[in-house]
């Protein structure tokens, strides 16, 4: 397939929610292995679909080592939290070259529509568990720096402006 471009932050396709799938098509499997290339170009552990500009409630994430582990998800919804947090410095090819530190559950229960079409139950932990956290926040129209205090977000976007 091939790698796509990351729209630009404050694009309002990055501000909406996104619509679920119905069922997993071609289309559907065309638009993973797409965002699979692009989330490897980037590189990242992790892209959603609206960060490429398209509107609908699919996720790849990618935290292995080795790589080429990537879990296709439609629909991830997170059914448990862990209460342990884990903090991270968080950033997004939509607004390249700023980054935040962000506490998010260290583990987490996702259940989703895997590329077979099946619902699935998964759990995840540490970097795994952020990323996914952080494609459900573009899923759900929000950036990483929305977990921020508003102090910190206006901070980091200026920061983002200059460099821009």
Not at 66 to 87: D, F, K, T, V
Not at 103 to 109: D, H, M, S, W
């Amino acid at each position: 397939m091939t790698a796509r471009l990351c729209i630009p932050w404050p694009d309002k396709r990055l501000q909406t929610v996104a619509a679920a799938v119905g069922a997993i098509t071609d289309e559907i499997h065309g638009i993973w292995a797409d965002m699979i290339d692009t989330m490897e170009a980037m590189p990242g552990v992790g892209l959603a679909a609206p960060q490429i500009g398209v509107l609908l409630r699919l996720a790849v994430v990618d935290a292995s080592e080795s790589r080429g582990q990537a879990i296709c998800m439609a629909n991830p919804e997170i059914l448990h939290a862990s209460i342990e947090l884990r903090p991270h410095d968080e950033g997004s090819p939509n607004l390249p070259g700023v980054w935040a530190p962000i506490k998010r559950p260290r583990a987490v229960t996702v259940q989703f529509m895997n590329a077979d079409g099946v619902l699935e139950q998964r759990d995840f932990v540490g970097l795994w568990a952020t990323s996914v956290q952080h494609q459900i926040d573009h899923l759900n129209g929000r950036m990483y720096f929305d977990n921020l205090s508003k102090v910190k977000r206006d901070m980091l976007l200026r920061k983002a402006r200059k460099r821009a």
